[in-house]
Nanobody
Framework: QVQLVESGGGLVQPGGSLRLSCAASGAIFNIYDMAWYRQAPGKQRELVASITSGGVTNYADSVKGRFTISRENAKRTVTLQMSSLKAEDTAVYYC?????????????WGQGTQVTVSS
């Protein structure tokens, strides 16, 4: 059974930094794109950043220049380094991955980790 487990959320002051990590485990043949999404109260879930298995990245305009996504394929992990955090970054952040398992390929989601930016 495939699992994505996130860590690293918490409370941070405006202008501060946080690092989110996500590790995939289970019967995995391959992982294609990995990504971070977020969902703020009363809003739809939105893509924050994504990264291909080859390292090509994509960012939402709202986080460009402040967030950095990276991955370690051998460790099956993806990380989101967040800096210059703003109150509007407050949300539950979800890890997402396109994973090949025996006889199937589908998207998996982590359980979510809360990020709160407040003074």
């Amino acid at each position: 059974q495939v699992q994505l487990v996130e860590s690293g959320g918490g409370l941070v002051q405006p202008g501060g930094s946080l690092r989110l990590s996500c590790a995939a485990s289970g019967a995995i043949f391959n992982i294609y794109d990995m990504a971070w999404y977020r969902q703020a109260p009363g809003k739809q879930r939105e893509l924050v950043a994504s990264i291909t298995s080859g390292g090509v990245t994509n960012y939402a305009d709202s986080v460009k220049g402040r967030f950095t996504i990276s991955r370690e394929n051998a460790k099956r992990t993806v990380t989101l380094q967040m800096s210059s955090l703003k109150a509007e970054d407050t949300a539950v952040y979800y890890c997402n991955a396109d994973i090949v398992v025996p006889f199937n390929r589908r998207e998996y989601w982590g359980q979510g980790t809360q990020v709160t930016v407040s003074s």
